[in-house]
């Protein structure tokens, strides 16, 4: 199996072909905490609040939570209410196994997720079909229930053939 077959296995599926695992996750990773004055202060244990896993195949996974990114900034981010953004981990599994590993954007308050645009300058912001449906999938899976759709189109972004990953 490819990669290419493999994101077009999730990116096909639907929101009931998953289940959710809520914390404890058992997928760490040790951020240093930096000191005032500079150096290492102490360090923080992060994980991912979510693993998913396909119920068709269940050699099939992700994980989602780690933030990336506490303050992520784009000009599209300003067209929501909430100007707040936060960049999101998303890994891909397989038999257990990092795959990939791609963020999605936590927008207004966390209150739907996006997929990060392949350009900067827009609107319109161009998003692989392919990624944009699996960010769909995600924020249908753990985001809130808003139309994820309607955020798509409020801050610019137009899905594009262009090839992802």
């Not at 780690?66 to 992520?72: E, G, P």
């Amino acid at each position: 199996m490819t990669l290419e077959d493999y994101l077009t296995v999730i990116a096909a599926s639907k929101p009931s072909d998953w289940r959710s695992t809520l914390l404890p996750t058992f997928m760490y990773r040790v951020v240093p905490v930096r000191a005032a004055g500079g150096g290492t202060a102490d360090f923080e244990l992060q994980e991912h609040t979510t693993t998913l896993t396909f119920l068709r195949d269940i050699r099939f996974g992700m994980a989602w939570g780690l933030i990336a990114d506490k303050n992520y900034n784009e000009d599209w981010v300003q067209k929501l209410p909430n100007k707040r953004a936060q960049a999101v981990i998303i890994d891909f599994l397989y038999n257990g196994a990092l795959v990939f590993r791609d963020q999605l954007i936590a927008v207004d308050g966390w209150r739907c997720i996006l997929p990060q645009p392949v350009n900067e300058a827009g609107p319109p912001y161009h998003v692989p079909e392919r990624r944009a449906r699996i960010a769909k999938l995600i924020h249908q899976l753990v985001g809130p229930e808003t139309n994820f759709d309607a955020y798509f189109k409020r801050v610019g972004m137009q899905p594009t053939t262009v090839a992802w990953p």
